[in-house]
């Protein structure tokens, strides 16, 4: 999986590519926790090239939803391919995220 | 070639060189069709199954016989393709050859030469054919044990994967629900089972035909109570960072059912569901 980061003066946006499982979700949580341990807070993780993701995924995904809360700020999901919604879904996980269908729309609700 | 039936398809904007070509293989009771263009020529493909191989010319106008033969391996990857090149186009002959062409035949035409490639070539065809008139029957199984370290899991997803394509179990079904199932599985028995100790080994068996898969996973661990795993849709659990792969496997699959100890699963899936 490829993560790339741009950042702007209040809100974070990670594009993820590829596949969140066992190995990229590691990789995941340390691109996140150094914007969150730089005081980053509000983050927007775009998932239109993510294409997959198990458990391990979404494992991470909450801790990292929990540790952006607890230092005020957000961490909130947009561009969910159908795959990954219905994951959602299913777990009902989308009570707990927010979730919105493009990029912009994300950025507007901080 | 007297017993070789088929429907060879050739293709090439000189109508001399299709006649010809058609008068040599139907003198060899090889039944032939002409098309003077690649568009022609698709749409025969198209509407027609009955196309055993196809015979193109490589320099035509419009379409190349190279691009031809692109859109014929996209429609019908199994159809042999060959390529007619002139003199001094070697390098397109291998050009074709690399890129998925059966074979090759040099203009001006060797009778003797043509008529073998266009044997040899319908052989194979009537041989895959019948290969694949068996595998509606087949039951592949596969069986890995592997140490327990996750870093194996995506190659075992992926050995699976392919069996299941070669196969014909639907690709979408594998991609959208047995694959995270097998991952959730998989991960269960290497990091929650024998907790991450390599010494431990997680067995794996996948029996697949076109219509199921059968997929049982087997870790040396102690086990564990699978009614004492918290509910992960209870609201009290949202924020439960773990514990929804157990939700995932039985969702995504028709059947799981553990073994009395929790240190086997096995699961299926159908096809059509």
Known sequence: ?110 | MVNTSGNVLVVDDDKLICNLLQDVLMRNNVSTMTALNGEEALSIINSSHSIDMVLTDVNMPGMTGLTLMQRIKGISPDLPVVVMTGFGTEQIAVKALLAGAYNFCRKPFDINEITTIVKKGLDLRRNSMREKEVIPFLKVQLHFEIPSDIGFVRSIVNHIQRECGRLGFPEDVFLMRVKLALDEALANAIKHGNKNDFSKAVGIKAEISTKKITIEITDQGSGFDISRVPDPLDPKNLLVEGGRGLLLMGLYMDSLEFNENGTKVKMTKNAQS
Request: aromatic fraction near 8%; proline fraction near 0%; hydrophobic fraction near 40%.
């Open chain 1, 1 to 110: 999986m490829e993560i790339t980061t741009r950042e702007n003066v209040e809100i974070s946006i990670v594009a993820l590519n590829g596949e969140l499982d066992n190995e990229s979700a590691e990789l995941l949580r340390e691109n996140v926790e150094q914007l969150i341990n730089e005081g980053k807070v509000n983050i927007i993780l775009n998932f239109e090239n993510l294409s997959y993701s198990n458990s391990a995924g979404l494992r991470e995904l909450i801790a990292l939803y929990k540790l952006a809360n607890s230092k005020g700020g957000d961490l909130k999901l947009c561009c969910l391919q159908a795959q990954i919604e219905d994951l959602f879904s299913f777990t009902n996980l989308k009570k707990i995220f927010s979730i919105y269908q493009d990029e912009n729309e994300a950025i507007a609700s901080f």
